[in-house]
């Protein structure tokens, strides 16, 4: 019973804290789609390739420091890195709302991505020290859940600041909040249960217990060099490349896509652009529920991403002849693409000990960084070249489908049975 008492406390405690946290993160991200669509580009005079330059430049900046920013988080503190991480970029995305140049935008999306890659891996890594293989992927849920709740009402209220402040308004009122929760998240997160005045001693001697039985039966990796020769995590690397090319393409141009349609503002785009996000904050909480119910992480992955798949390519076929068809097909698209991350990030703690897991998901979300660049840039430059959305659409499906095909491919961790009697874990192979 003590055991219940202790998961009610770590999820009612710190849960909320992680979600709002990547909430602030992702809303400095996801906002400037808003900002080009909503006149940014035309009074600083960005041509539609320098716009999806600039959008993608943020994960260039995320690419470089994801490793460093894990190392930190597993040898130092996680509450330290994500307390200043929240100041940074809090600042630099109200800053974007005062540029006159594209020099100067240049510059803050770069550093925004710096700023704000260390806070991925450093949360998975809190996360890891607070929550057990049968917990994690709900865990990781709710953090990333941070995701697409946050574009959800992001997309609503930024179309509203848009209509009545204009693009900078919206960048440094959005920009706000970041700076004011980092000091309510220094004041109420610990990195470890062992520093937490809310436990006892018991609950904190409980959770320790149990993480450290689960790292026993996990084969010794020295360095991470070993850990990232891995072939499960260069397929893992490889996979979240392919798969972020269609979030992160999709994230971007959605409100584009949708602000073409005939009678279209920026009101209404707001509001259809929140419409995926519902749909993939329901399939993340199923998905995840049953991951850690049948602790089956693969199975929670490729399926979605293939329907995902299929969903662009047959949204694209349709194209504007029947827009509310289409953009259905997208609004499956989305939710699918969503639904498998709390899944696909509890794969590696249980494949990796805990020395190296962190910097091996650090690894892996640059992988993510680098395809989100990618995805951004190529959607846009295609949007470009062609004057429409059909060949970014078919570059979204297809790399979509190719994350499904790796997910295929990375063998399933030992399964873990727990003798009642001896509480010692045994490797099943």
């Known amino acids: 019973m003590g055991n219940v008492k202790l998961a009610a406390a770590r999820w009612s405690r710190l849960i909320p804290i992680v979600f709002i946290t990547y909430s602030l993160a992702y809303l400095d991200r996801a906002n400037y789609g ?9 009074d600083l005079h960005i041509t539609a390739g320098i716009s999806s ?6 994960f260039l900046g995320y690419f470089f420091f994801q490793i460093p920013g894990a190392h930190y988080a597993e040898s130092k503190s996680a509450k330290k890195l994500v307390f200043w991480s929240l100041i940074l970029w809090g600042a630099l995305a109200s800053a974007t709302g ?38 994690r992927s709900r865990a990781n849920t709710f953090l990333i859940l941070g995701n697409p709740v946050t574009v959800l009402w992001m997309s609503i209220v930024s179309g509203y600041l848009l209509h009545s402040f204009g693009w900078r308004w919206m960048f440094i009122i959005e920009g706000v909040p970041a700076i004011i929760w980092a000091f309510i998240w220094w004041k109420l997160v610990n990195d470890e249960p062992k520093d937490a005045k809310w436990l006892t001693d018991s609950e904190k001697r409980a959770i320790d217990e149990q993480l450290r039985k689960e790292q026993s039966g996990l084969k010794e990796v020295k360095n991470y060099r070993e850990a990232f020769q891995s072939r499960k995590v260069i397929i893992l690397s490889a996979q979240y490349f392919f798969w972020s090319i269609g979030v992160y393409g999709f994230v971007m141009w959605l409100p584009s896509i949708i602000k073409a349609a005939p009678n279209m503002n920026i009101v209404s785009t707001g ?3 929140s419409v995926p996000y519902v749909l993939a904050v329901i399939l993340m909480l199923v998905a995840s529920y049953f991951s850690d119910k049948l602790l089956n992480r693969k199975g929670f992955v490729w399926p979605f991403l293939l329907v995902g798949a299929i969903a662009f390519y047959a949204s694209y076929l349709i194209g504007t002849s029947n827009f509310w068809l289409s953009f259905t097909l997208l609004v499956i698209a989305g939710g699918m693409m969503y639904a498998p991350y709390g899944p696909f990030f509890a794969i590696i703690p249980e494949i990796l000990p805990r020395n190296v897991s962190g910097g091996a998901m650090a690894l892996i979300n640059s992988m993510g960084a680098l395809g989100s660049f990618v995805g951004a840039y190529i959607v846009g430059y295609l949007n470009d070249v062609t004057g429409g959305f059909g060949a970014s659409y078919i570059f979204m499906a297809g790399s979509l489908l190719l994350s499904a095909v790796l997910t295929m491919m990375v063998g399933s961790a030992p399964k873990r049975v727990f003798n009642e009697t001896t509480r010692v874990g045994v490797n099943e192979r």
Not at 53 to 58: D, K, M, S, V
Not at 102 to 131: C, D, N, Q, T, Y
């Open 34 to 42: 808003f900002g080009a669509a909503a006149g940014m580009a035309k």
């Open 98 to 135: 005062m540029v006159t140049n594209i020099k100067w935008l240049i510059v803050i999306r770069f550093m925004l991505g710096v700023v704000e890659s260390a806070v991925m891996p450093a949360m998975l890594v809190f996360l890891s020290h607070w929550f057990t293989k049968q917990e």
């Open 271 to 273: 509001w259809l652009s």
């Open 53 to 58: 330059l600039l959008g993608a430049l943020f």
